[in-house]
């Protein structure tokens, strides 16, 4: 199959075109996962307009400037979590052995088994994700520069690839720890709870492991000083904020030397 | 051809006794059920430790500078955030859809074969599921929290044993939602909806996001008299950092009994309707 030109291309689309078949199958279904999906997204952001209905800023920042951020991470996360996100079903594909299945296909072992279970009906929290991030980009009194203009597309899209790896990465772990289970969780739901407030919020070594150990500062909190044309308050130069988006590049190529150590050193559960 | 009628007859003799010990011993089985996972609960106590930090910072932030948020000082927040995260998998709002698979699959033929009423069983298996997370996981986060924050500790006696009365309704009207949900797949075969909007429902309106206090009083004083949200949570964590009087307090967990009975009541009525149009397929 691999010497025919565009042979590889169309089995993933005939693999993608399968899933999106068989999951709008049921249609009242799907609505009720289109449905329930969103209302996840929905609440985290409300959960921020509560907190500003006890207090007039958090960390330093007002509503509006935090909703730059809560739009940034919302619309990143919900997006990564559509494309990789159920990656993190990894533990049952290598328990129930479909992951043996899968590594002896003429495939690439990632992309199959993303696209075996793409999970659509997490479509409406992406597009909700980016309403937030376009929403609060137009509320919050940008002075926009053809550079900001640039952070505004480019930040969102670095966003989604650095969720994206921490899946990947964090997915990694159950090769080697199948009852791993929830840990993975904290890393890719607690980065999106991190990233959804001002570093500034935070405090301690938790800060700095999270936000610059793990990278997830990077993600949301410096994005939103460039293009809110803001100083750090604790003190990075201004060219970090503006060169956060290429933290992504290296989140992704460390996912991806992780992922090949996994697969190397996978050793079936047996029969 | 006849028709079996799947439901046994109930106790004639009314033992009380036996049925604590039939009671006690399926608590057991389930606490040494869930005791098997060891793995498992140490990565999630990981991940409550995570999320204990990342909500205790945001909270800390909003009572800011002021020092306090809707009523609650610095220390209670923190308390209610780390025992918060302890609390929710005693209470397990989620996760559970064991009896919809058994239903689903027509495996509930054997609960209702069994001479225990099925609500009971299961109530009883939930029960030590319970002992055991309080335990596991609901000591380490309040044991890792005061190495890094100040806690608030009860002053008055009379909240300690509220607080216990508090999570063990908690925990018997967390199951009786969570049975109620399961058993609309008698009805529906797929749980899915129902179950999407208990995980919301319960999420933000247990006070697990925020605590609900945040919201108007006209918002949520009517939303812990007429659903049994707030009482899945709000209500124990209110009652253990002594939000307000022992009046209050006692006025709180009176109500969450209340909800308690109520759903439990629920769950058998249900569950008798169910099992008349019961219809499991195959041999």
């Known amino acids: 199959m691999a010497d025919r030109p565009g042979g590889t291309l169309t089995a993933y689309r005939a693999l993608l075109g399968a899933q999106a078949r068989s999951q709008t199958a049921y249609r009242a279904s799907f609505v009720v996962d289109l449905v329930g999906n969103v209302g996840a997204t929905v609440f985290d952001v409300l959960t921020v307009l509560v907190l500003f ?49 899968v590594l ?20 409406s929290r992406a597009l909700f994700g980016l309403a937030v991030w376009v929403t609060a980009v137009a509320a919050a009194d940008i002075d926009w520069t053809p550079a900001r203009a640039v952070l505004a597309v480019a930040a969102p899209a670095a966003g989604v ?76 130069p201004q060219w970090v904020s503006w060169a956060a988006p290429g933290v992504a590049v290296v989140a992704a190529a460390l996912a991806a030397g992780a992922w090949r150590f996994g697969i190397r050193h996978y050793r079936s559960t047996g029969s | ?71 609650y000082d610095r220390r209670q927040l923190t308390t209610f955030v780390w025992v918060g995260q302890g609390l929710l998998t005693v209470v397990q709002l989620w996760g559970w859809t064991e009896l919809a698979d058994r239903i689903r699959t027509g495996d509930v033929v054997g609960d209702l074969l069994r001479p225990v009423h099925p609500v ?53 009207l967390s199951f009786a939602c969570r049975y109620l949900v399961n058993t609309t797949a008698y009805w529906l075969a797929d749980v899915r909806g129902p179950l999407v909007l208990w995980t919301l429902g319960s999420g933000v309106l247990s006070g697990l996001y925020f605590p ?53 009541a629920a769950c058998r009525l249900v569950q008798r309707r169910a099992e008349r149009r019961l219809v499991v397929q195959g041999g």
């Open chain 1, 53 to 101: 209905g006890v207090t007039r800023e958090l960390g330093g920042f007002t509503l509006r400037e935090t909703m730059v951020i809560v739009g940034l991470s919302a619309f990143a996360f919900a997006t990564a979590d559509l494309l990789v996100g159920n990656i993190e079903r990894i533990p049952r594909y290598v328990r129930t052995g479909l992951l043996d299945a």
């Open chain 1, 104 to 123: 002896l296909r003429p495939l690439g072992a990632l992309p199959q088994l993303l696209l075996m279970d793409l999970p659509l009906r997490k479509v």
């Open chain 1, 161 to 236: 690839v650095f969720f994206g790896s921490v899946f990947v990465a964090t997915a990694t772990v159950s090769f080697f720890w199948i009852e791993s289970g929830e840990l993975a969780n904290s890393l890719t739901y607690g980065g999106r709870d991190f990233t959804s407030y001002p570093v500034t919020v935070y405090g301690g070594w938790f800060r700095a492991l999270f936000a610059y150990g793990l990278g997830f500062a990077f993600v949301s909190y410096h994005p939103a000083l460039a293009l809110l044309g803001r100083a750090d308050p604790l003190g990075l």
């Open chain 2, 1 to 71: 051809m006849g028709s079996v009628n799947a439901t046994v007859a109930p106790f004639t003799t009314s033992n009380v006794i036996l049925w604590f010990r039939t009671f006690w011993a399926i608590a057991a089985s389930g606490f040494r059920r869930y005791s098997t996972y060891r793995q498992a609960a140490l990565a999630g106590i990981v991940t409550n430790t995570v999320f204990g930090f990342l909500r205790c910072y945001v909270l800390l932030a909003v009572a800011g500078a002021a020092g306090s948020a809707a009523g």
């Open chain 2, 120 to 172: 009971t069983a299961y109530l009883a298996t939930d029960t030590g599921r319970a002992g055991y997370a309080a335990v596991v996981r609901l000591l380490p986060p309040v044991l890792v929290a005061p190495l890094f924050f100040e806690l608030y500790l009860p002053a008055r006696w009379p909240t300690v044993p509220l607080f216990v009365g508090s999570v063990v309704a908690a925990v018997v």
């Open chain 2, 212 to 264: 609900l206090r945040f919201l108007p009083e006209w918002v949520y004083q009517p939303l812990w008299i007429v659903t049994p949200f707030p009482s899945l949570l709000q209500t124990p964590l209110d009652v253990l950092v002594e939000r307000d009087p022992t009046r209050v307090q006692v006025t709180l967990v009176a109500v969450q009994i209340c909800w308690a009975a109520l759903l439990l």
